[in-house]
């Protein structure tokens, strides 16, 4: 950056993705470059009082490592589970983080570091980090759904985040793909999240392996009480397992059903596959789009594009933040 002719280092963006075990950080350029990336085990002992006074001491040691200043950043964006209060910048409800009472984080952070902070939803985040600098592929209205162990999403609309009237949207692990099916944990049956996250897939492989008569490694393992994970169900179908390809077909019937809704209510140019399961790669995505095509409108079918993510673990902390770009024009060169 060049002023009065004099040359200026750009400033930098610092990104945080908070989950339940780990919590990562990136130091990024405002082009979406990571800089620097790291991260730290998440304490969630004590109700998780020790999170944010981590995350700050961690910051504030690797600004000091690579001899930085908060003159050197425009802000921090944070993407966290639970439900975020972006105005406040608290957080509740992280029941994984031990946070079911409301929590200071925005306020305390910016007080003891000195920058501002953005605060969203982690499935949020992850769908900036691919709108961003992934999948997205530079088009302004882009779905992200990140297949894990629940089932998360993000839906960016003319290039902005879409929440809702209570921060509400982009809940398609949430969308009833089975009457009266699996009881979910939000106290609904069927939804989606009970059929394609990690622990979902398993579900269903227990489920049809009930009925299932022929010789298969997957039922072997269920009936000897062994392991069986999602990554076990994808890697066995591909190497020929018959019952392990009538899951695998289940579970891409019902997610092609969920992101057909999806398609046909909003029409994005591409709806993102993340997560975890989302590792299956073509196993996963072939007979997903086979299923989206078979239930969307023909002019949705036509024009929106189911892809897989790109940027993996790097998508929470590059969405987080990109959050903290609405701090730059509030900033002047001095």
């Known amino acids: 950056m060049k002023v009065g002719g004099l040359i200026l280092a750009s400033k930098k963006l610092i990104g945080i993705d908070l989950g339940g075990t780990t919590t990562k950080f990136a130091f990024i350029d405002e082009d979406g470059t990571i800089l620097t990336k790291w991260s730290i085990p998440t304490d969630i002992s004590d109700s998780g009082s020790q999170i944010v006074p981590n995350m700050i001491k961690s910051i504030a040691t690797q600004m000091r490592r690579e001899d930085y200043n908060n003159n050197d950043f425009i802000g921090i964006g944070m993407g966290t589970p639970g439900a975020v209060d972006r105005e406040k910048g608290t957080v509740v409800g992280a029941y994984n ?36 600098k992934g999948a997205g592929d530079k088009a302004n209205d882009v779905v992200f759904v990140t297949l894990g162990t629940g089932v998360g999403g993000g839906v960016v609309t003319n290039g902005k985040l879409v929440h809702g009237i209570n921060n509400g949207a982009g809940e398609i692990g949430h969308i009833c793909v089975q009457k009266n099916g699996f009881l979910c944990t939000c106290g609904k049956r069927g939804c989606l999240e009970q059929y394609a996250s990690a ?13 299932f008569t022929g010789k298969s490694r997957i039922k072997e ?37 969920a992101l057909s809704h999806v398609g046909n209510t909003l029409n994005p140019e ?5 997560g975890g399961v989302s590792n299956a790669g073509n196993t996963l995505l072939q007979p997903t789009t086979r299923y989206f095509q078979e239930n969307a409108f023909k002019s949705v079918r036509d024009s929106t594009k189911l892809k897989l993510a790109q940027l993996g673990n790097d998508a929470g902390v590059i969405g987080a933040a990109s959050l903290a770009l609405k701090f730059k024009e509030n900033q002047a060169l001095s």
């Open 270 to 274: 591409n709806i993102i596959i993340g």
């Open 97 to 132: 983080l031990g946070w079911d009472q409301v929590q200071q984080v925005g306020p305390t952070i910016t007080k003891e570091l000195g920058l501002p902070i953005s605060i969203d939803n982690d499935a949020n985040s992850a769908a900036l980090g691919e709108y961003w």
């Open 221 to 257: 393992l269920i009936e000897g009480h062994e392991e069986l994970t999602s990554k076990m169900v994808f890697f066995l179908a591909d190497n020929g397992d018959i019952l392990a390809n009538q899951i695998v077909n289940e579970v891409c019937s019902y997610l092609g059903l």
């Open 199 to 211: 622990t979902g897939v398993v579900k269903v492989a227990k489920s049809l392996a009930k009925r």
